[in-house]
């Protein structure tokens, strides 16, 4: 890891980083200092019910700097990273510098090597997918999928391998061969400053207790409740850490403290998984320590 190298004013800027590694924090600096728009690269922060247990910058950060992409999208609304894409062509193509920062790393993935273009799924095939799911776990799903996708997604992660299941279902073909035949990128990794946030783990899971209880004081608690009357735990909205835990104890099944533990706990492995995939897919980036942000 190195120091946070100079950074050009005229180059998109990519920041990417587990949770509560202090990305928000650098690129408000790097647009404050340099001017820009920040752009939002996370999966969760996209919804509209979600802002304290998200982490989405603050109304008061949004009015200093602009931002976009952040807190758009209806929570009963279906988006994934296509989606994503249509909506951040036109910010790199009409807009002034992006900064784009998140902890989505298939985002920035799609973003700097393409996507393959996969129909949408039906609903009834999402359907039986959060059936067999409920009824026997995501494991069910990973039997079905052909080796050359089994070999290439995350098969720890549930969200991951039901997408797999739901394009090979009603494509009639697996995920892998989709994303053989992926055209070229929006944004080539060559024409940006590329920051990977970097965090040691026991200073993570530090900040990550620290802020989870900030939250709570800010809260997070309350935005759990307004969510309670509709909520479905099957919209991508319904997966943001601790917003389970927190409708658990709403609704009477989690002693309060058992909550808080347990959305501590499901951030620190959501963290892990992140790191995993830094790791795993961007060897290019420039690895900054967020220690020295």
């Not at 929570?75 to 990273?81: L, M, T």
């Not at 296509?82 to 900064?99: K, N, Q, V």
Request: aromatic share 6%; proline share 8%.
């Amino acid at each position: 890891m190195t120091r946070l190298p100079d950074i050009a004013p005229d180059r998109p800027v990519l920041i990417a980083g587990p949770t509560a590694s202090g990305k928000s924090a650098l690129a408000l600096r790097i647009a404050a200092d340099q001017g820009g728009v920040i752009v939002n690269a996370d999966a969760i922060q996209v919804f509209s019910n979600w802002r304290v247990l998200t982490a989405r910058p603050s109304p008061e950060d949004e009015a200093t700097v602009p931002h976009r992409l952040y807190g758009h999208v209806p929570p009963g609304a279906a988006y994934s990273v296509g989606h994503w894409l249509r909506e951040i062509a036109p910010l790199l193509r009409d807009g002034p510098r992006p900064i784009i920062i998140g902890g989505t790393g298939l985002y920035f993935t799609a973003l700097t090597e393409g996507l393959a273009d996969i129909p949408p799924t039906p609903q009834a095939v999402r359907d039986t997918a959060n059936a067999r799911v409920a009824q026997d776990g995501h494991e069910a799903l990973l039997a079905d999928l052909d080796a050359a996708t089994v070999a290439r997604i995350d098969t720890r992660n549930p969200m991951r391998v039901q997408r797999a299941w739901e394009v090979q279902q009603a494509t009639g073909r697996g995920l892998a061969a989709w994303q053989d035949d992926t055209p070229p990128p929006l944004l080539p990794l060559s024409d940006c400053t590329a920051l990977l946030v970097e965090a040691d783990k026991e200073w993570l899971n530090a900040r990550i207790a620290r802020r989870f209880d900030a939250m709570l004081a800010a809260g997070a608690l309350d935005e759990a409740r307004a969510n309670l009357p509709g909520w479905d735990p099957h919209c991508l909205s319904s997966k943001a850490i601790g917003a389970p835990e927190l409708i658990a104890h709403l609704r009477g099944e989690l002693p309060f403290e058992a909550a808080r533990e347990a959305a501590t706990i499901a951030t620190r492995q959501f963290a892990k998984r992140q790191r995993t995939w830094f790791r795993a897919r961007m060897r290019d980036w420039t690895a900054v320590d967020a220690r020295d942000l």
